[in-house]
């Protein structure tokens, strides 16, 4: 059974910066991709950024380009997310997820492409 486990929320003033972790507790071998997706209160999941593990390719949100990276820590099943430049419509809970499938630009942005979440992290912007 994988598990993600998150960290790294927290309350921040808009303009500020966070960075997100998520540890997998498997083998880099048995994951293709890692990433975030996040929902705020009342709204439905939304996509945020994803990496490949092979090849690393990102994929984002057009919604948060240019002010959030994602990237993975060498050899461990770790994905990072930084974000920078914070802004009250950030504010949600961030879940880590994870597939063992080929990314694209279709897939990425569905919930049903990933089949490991974590529980979350709570990002808070305040204005």
């Known amino acids: 059974q994988v598990e993600l486990v998150e960290s790294g929320g927290g309350l921040v003033q808009s303009g500020g910066s966070l960075r997100l972790s998520c540890d997998a507790s498997?083998?880099?071998?048995?994951?293709?991709?890692m990433g975030w997706f996040r929902q705020a209160p009342g709204k439905e999941r939304e996509f945020v950024a994803a990496?490949?593990?092979?090849?690393?390719?990102?994929y984002y949100a057009d919604s948060v380009k240019g002010r959030f990276s994602v990237s993975r820590d060498g050899a461990r099943a770790t994905v990072r997310l930084q974000m920078n430049s914070l802004k009250p419509e950030d504010k949600a809970r961030y879940f880590c997820?994870?597939?063992?499938?080929?990314?694209?630009?279709?897939?990425?942005?569905?919930?049903?492409?990933?089949?490991?979440w974590g529980r979350g992290t709570q990002v808070t912007v305040r204005a």
């Open positions: 997820i994870a597939t063992r499938w080929a990314l694209n630009s279709i897939a990425v942005v569905t919930t049903d492409h990933y089949e490991r």
């Open positions: 990496l490949s593990w092979t090849g690393g390719s990102t």
């Open positions: 498997v083998r880099t071998s048995s994951i293709y991709a």
